[in-house]
């Protein structure tokens, strides 16, 4: 079985079965997932800079495990990819980030895509990422549609409104040819379906892209031992601090 591990850095369960439910309708048979969140002493939304400094100990001390315990590989599950960097210094284990896989295949699909985000306070994260990634040129817009996390999870369908509403003018005026959302497991699957048969562009859950390259990479990892460089940036500390 390939042991992949999906990691919400938060203090609260509170997502824990819903990103369990996505993974349990897109995952191969073959896999076996395990869901986790961080310590209860801390924040439990990542709305902030400050407080992904807060998790960021947490987070790669529970990453560090799951390579002790022989997973194959593990999902950072927020859009921001907080510790991201500091993760793949630290393992050798393939380690995801939402925002980074779902950016790239969204490049792949389409000339230009756009980020649907919950709130404006989030759009310069994923400005800069995409940046950093490479992808400043494909992106076509970050677009809000003024719901914090609180709010997408009280308010799903006055949510997908105001998505469907903001997509009609990212794929209008910003000329986008794929959207991503930035929140996992927002909607159903077929809720999804139903959005891209009314929009006609390729919508992105970054919950599913995540899962799925943590698939396809911890395949890779498992049969080939192929994972992030080591010769540069993710370089290892040659005296780790034990946590």
């Keep these: 079985m390939l042991k992949i591990a999906w990691i919400l850095p938060v203090g609260t369960k509170a997502f824990n079965n819903r990103i369990s439910g996505l993974i349990k309708k897109i995952k191969r048979p073959d896999v076996d997932p395990e869901v986790t969140n961080l310590s209860s002493k801390l924040p439990t939304d990542l709305e902030y800079h400050f407080y992904e400094h807060l998790v960021l100990g947490d987070l790669l001390r529970k990453i560090a495990e799951?390579?002790?315990?022989?997973?194959?590989a593990a999902v950072i599950g927020c859009f921001y990819d907080g510790g991201l960097r500091e993760a793949r210094e630290l393992v050798r284990m393939p380690v995801i980030g939402e925002g980074e896989s779902t950016m790239h295949l969204a490049a792949s699909l389409g000339h230009r895509f756009s980020i649907i985000a919950g709130r404006r306070k989030w759009i310069p994260k994923f400005e800069d990422n995409a940046r950093v990634y490479?992808?400043?040129?494909?992106?076509?817009?970050?677009?809000?549609?003024?719901?914090?996390i609180k709010r997408i999870l009280t308010d799903r369908?006055?949510?997908l409104r105001a998505v469907k509403k903001v997509a009609k003018l990212a794929i209008q005026l910003d000329r986008a040819e794929v959207l991503?959302?930035?929140?996992?497991?927002s909607f159903d699957l077929e809720e999804i379906r139903s959005l891209q048969r009314d929009l006609g562009v390729p919508i992105l859950d970054p919950?599913?892209?995540a899962w799925k390259?943590?698939?396809m990479i911890g395949d890779m990892y498992q049969t080939m031992e192929i994972s992030h460089s080591k010769i540069a940036e993710y370089e290892s500390p040659k005296r780790p601090y034990k946590f």
């Design 180 to 185: 991503a959302l930035s929140e996992e497991a």
């Design 213 to 215: 390259f943590a698939e």
């Design 157 to 159: 369908s006055g949510y």
């Design 207 to 209: 919950g599913v892209v």
């Design 134 to 148: 490479g992808l400043e040129g494909k992106l076509a817009s970050c677009r809000e549609v003024g719901y914090s």
């Design 66 to 72: 799951y390579e002790q315990r022989n997973f194959s």
